[in-house]
Structure formats: structure tokens, C-alpha cells
């Protein structure tokens, strides 16, 4: 089950009980963690020489779930090789603010020279 950030859990009880707006960004961003977050952040984002986030779409929710709808893929590992535990969800292509995270269902080696590519629906993130 994915894990919403705090800063999202903030903002859908402002949404949906003071009846606060908010404007959610216009683009979105995967990020790979070889240590996986918290609600509050932390975890160990790769950094890997040449990584950079990249932007994810999604598909319209149902029963508490949604998957990202295209094809997502990072840049090839460089410097050493990674091992990715988990994925998060973020406003902005560096720094912003966590959304949502989720571990992987089993790690994932990625070797100097692999790009690390996801499928469309490879990430779904459900809502319990």
C-alpha cells in the first residue's frame, strides 16, 4: 500500500474538511530511492552521476488506485551501480515536496551502464 507524504496528508484534510483550495502542480516527478522515505521525507534518492527525476503521468483513479500511464525511463547508471527499494512521487524536478511513495514489491539492481526503465502501470500507487 503507498504511503501519502505528511505535506499531502495536510493538504487533503485542508481540501476536503476546511474547505481550502489548493492547485496541485502541473507536472509531476518519479524519483528512485535506494533507501526508501517516510511519510516525513528522508530516505536516500539516487545520485548517481547524470539521474535526474522524470515527469510521470497518471491514469484517472479508480477504487483508490491509479498507475502511471506512460512509459517512464531514467538515465543510465553511471559511477557504481544502484539498488533501487523505492519510488516517490514529487512536485517538482528537484527539491518540492514528496507527494507519495511507495516501496518496490522486491528490490532492483541496476549495473553501471542500465537504464532503469518502467512500463506504463509499472507504478501503482493505491490509497487504503
Given amino acids: 500500500m503507498s504511503d501519502f507524504s ?3 496528508e495536510e493538504k487533503i484534510i485542508n481540501v476536503l474538511l476546511r474547505g481550502q483550495s489548493h492547485t496541485g502542480a502541473a507536472t509531476v516527478y518519479a524519483a528512485l530511492f535506494t533507501a ?3 511519510d516525513a521525507g528522508g530516505g ?3 545520485a548517481y552521476s547524470g539521474y535526474a527525476r522524470q515527469a510521470i503521468t497518471f491514469s484517472a483513479p479508480s477504487g483508490g488506485a491509479t498507475a502511471n500511464s506512460g512509459t517512464v525511463t531514467f538515465p543510465a547508471v553511471a ?3 544502484q539498488t533501487v527499494v523505492a519510488i516517490a512521487i514529487f512536485d517538482a524536478s528537484s527539491g518540492g515536496n514528496m507527494l507519495i511513495w511507495d516501496t518496490l514489491s522486491s528490490s532492483v ?3 553501471v551502464s542500465d537504464i532503469p526503465i518502467f512500463a506504463a502501470s509499472g507504478f501503482t500507487f493505491t490509497v487504503a
Fill in 79 to 81: 559511477g557504481s551501480s
Fill in 44 to 46: 536516500t534518492e539516487c
Fill in 6 to 8: 505528511d505535506y499531502s
Fill in 109 to 111: 539492481t541496476y549495473n
Fill in 36 to 38: 526508501a522515505p517516510t
